[in-house]
């Protein structure tokens, strides 16, 4: 009796332990599932927001090298206008000091200078293109001692904004801005005369041709009207 009592309860539990067994592993199955799916949303979440501060980061960085740049720029802009502010020059008569020019007033006289050593080596039929190196070869030689280190600054400025800013042109066009017609006109002969290639090359590439016709540098209320129309066409070689 009780071997049949055990072969009943055998025949009779065994396959319902093994359903309750099956519908555990059913169970466990569908909780890991539900886990995993969880997981994996909270994967995502935490990735978007890892790229939401990887970008606000990114941003913060960018404005931070912008800020830095820009404060970079207006300080060599700045200085600049002090280097022109700086230019001291002294007129002498026969030993006696006569005359002192500075500042923008200074370079208004090297402008006038400029053009009277062109004149000087102009002939009667007009000002050609050799005799307009030649008189700023004479007017360089007499007069780099007060312009060379403002060239310098100049080229310094534009590399600065070549290799390391943005909006380019927005900050060439603030640094034109700040640039004088006096100080245009000296800076087309040197970028003309090709003392410094890299120094021509960065002109040229940022339009200082297209900047003095736009602003009439050659206009008669600067200059004598016969340079004016060999000055554009003079320009327009380089």
């Known amino acids: 009796?009780?071997?049949?009592?055990?072969?009943?309860?055998?025949?009779?539990?065994?396959?319902?332990?093994?359903?309750?067994?099956?519908?555990?592993?059913?169970?466990?199955?569908?909780?890991?599932?539900?886990?995993?799916?969880?997981?994996?949303?909270?994967?995502?979440?935490?990735?978007?927001?890892?790229?939401?501060?990887?970008?606000?980061?990114?941003?913060?960085?960018?404005?931070?090298?912008?800020?830095?740049?820009?404060?970079?720029?207006?300080?060599?802009?700045?200085?600049?206008?002090?280097?022109?502010?700086?230019?001291?020059?002294?007129?002498?008569?026969?030993?006696?000091?006569?005359?002192?020019?500075?500042?923008?007033?200074?370079?208004?006289?090297?402008?006038?200078?400029?053009?009277?050593?062109?004149?000087?080596?102009?002939?009667?039929?007009?000002?050609?293109?050799?005799?307009?190196?030649?008189?700023?070869?004479?007017?360089?030689s007499n007069n780099y001692k007060y312009i060379n280190q403002y060239f310098s600054w100049v080229y310094r400025i534009f590399c600065v904004v070549e290799y390391g800013g943005d909006n380019k042109k927005q900050y060439i066009d603030v640094l034109w801005d700040s640039i004088s017609g006096q100080e245009l006109s000296i800076l087309l002969c040197y970028t003309r005369s090709e003392k410094d290639l890299y120094f021509t090359k960065m002109m040229v590439k940022h339009g200082i041709v297209d900047v003095m016709k736009r602003r009439d540098i050659f206009g008669a209320s600067i200059y004598q009207e016969s340079f004016a129309s060999l000055a554009v066409e003079f320009a327009s070689e380089i």
């Open 1 to 140: 009796e009780n071997g049949a009592w055990g072969d009943f309860l055998g025949g009779t539990l065994n396959p319902i332990l093994t359903a309750i067994t099956f519908l555990a592993v059913l169970a466990t199955l569908h909780y890991q599932r539900e886990e995993l799916y969880l997981t994996r949303k909270e994967l995502e979440a935490s990735t978007r927001e890892l790229e939401r501060s990887a970008e606000a980061l990114n941003e913060q960085i960018i404005a931070s090298r912008s800020q830095t740049f820009e404060s970079s720029f207006f300080h060599m802009l700045a200085h600049k206008n002090e280097i022109v502010k700086a230019v001291k020059i002294e007129i002498f008569q026969r030993g006696e000091l006569k005359r002192t020019h500075e500042g923008f007033v200074a370079f208004t006289y090297l402008a006038d200078q400029l053009i009277r050593r062109i004149d000087a080596n102009s002939e009667d039929s007009g000002t050609s293109k050799q005799h307009i190196l030649s008189g700023f070869e004479d007017f360089y």
